[in-house]
T-cell receptor
Framework: AQSVTQLGSHVSVSEGALVLLRCNYS??????LFWYVQYPNQGLQLLLK??????LVKGINGFEAEFKKSETSFHLTKPSAHMSDAAEYFC???????????????FGKGTKLSVIP | DTAVSQTPKYLVTQMGNDKSIKCEQN?????MYWYKQDSKKFLKIMFS???????INETVPNRFSPKSPDKAHLNLHINSLELGDSAVYFC???????????????FGPGTRLLVL
């Protein structure tokens, strides 16, 4: 089974500063990778995903992530943080379920992003 | 229009009770899921259904029984509730079974269950 590690359960940045949320995965095959965002008391919303092709993926709200196979990483960045970016961010890998023949998402433990005015 | 909806949003109940959570999606998706998010925000899949057929059944106590009356609905019934069942339960859906692994899952707003 694949696993996802998100470094830093809590990241604080100043408004206007660079946002960098780290995600590393373990996979023996090319992975499908996702970043989801969860605002307080809400469900998860897809920010972006990597399937194939260009390794730099652009998502909503100015976020982007780069797939680096050599580093098994898929870090999420945004050049300038906004107060509205404060939320919980989850990295996930699509993992084939043993025996079921279908895929499922395996999530990291999440990183809470705080934005300081 | 809400794409994936869940009811109720909050559920407070006593240990030993039986309760149900309902989920509906209007996206025309074939696959639906239940996830559990614990107090530390860790998300783990519980079940997935494709066209009313159970596909994934993780190591979940028998007290949890999903039911899919049609492909737009996936309900979760929990018998004999325990303190450890307190969590946020999310329903999600995706276009296909997930045979390729790249489909986006769309999540509902969650049901916050508190067992006293």
């Amino acid at each position: 089974a694949q696993s996802v590690t998100q470094l830093g359960s809590h990241v604080s940045v100043s408004e206007g500063a660079l946002v960098l949320l780290r995600c590393n995965y373990s996979s023996s095959v090319p992975p499908y990778l996702f970043w989801y965002v969860q605002y307080p008391n809400q469900g998860l919303q897809l920010l972006l995903k990597y399937t194939t092709g260009a390794t730099l993926v652009k998502g909503i709200n100015g976020f982007e992530a780069e797939f680096k196979k050599s580093e098994t990483s898929f870090h999420l960045t945004k050049p300038s943080a906004h107060m509205s970016d404060a939320a919980e961010y989850f990295c996930a890998v699509s993992d084939q379920h043993p025996g079921a023949g279908s895929y499922q998402l395996t999530f990291g433990k999440g990183t809470k992003l705080s934005v300081i005015p | 229009d809400t794409a994936v909806s869940q009811t109720p949003k909050y559920l407070v109940t006593q240990m030993g009770n039986d309760k149900s959570i309902k989920c509906e999606q209007n996206l025309g998706h074939d696959t639906m899921y239940w996830y559990k998010q614990d107090s530390k925000k860790f998300l783990k899949i519980m079940f997935s259904y494709n066209n009313k057929e159970l596909i994934i059944n993780e190591t979940v106590p028998n007290r949890f029984s999903p039911k899919s009356p049609d492909k737009a609905h996936l309900n979760l019934h929990i018998n004999s509730l325990e303190l450890g069942d307190s969590a946020v339960y999310f329903c999600a859906s995706s276009q296909e079974l997930g045979l390729a692994g790249e489909e986006t899952q769309y999540f509902g707003p969650g049901t916050r269950l508190l067992v006293l």
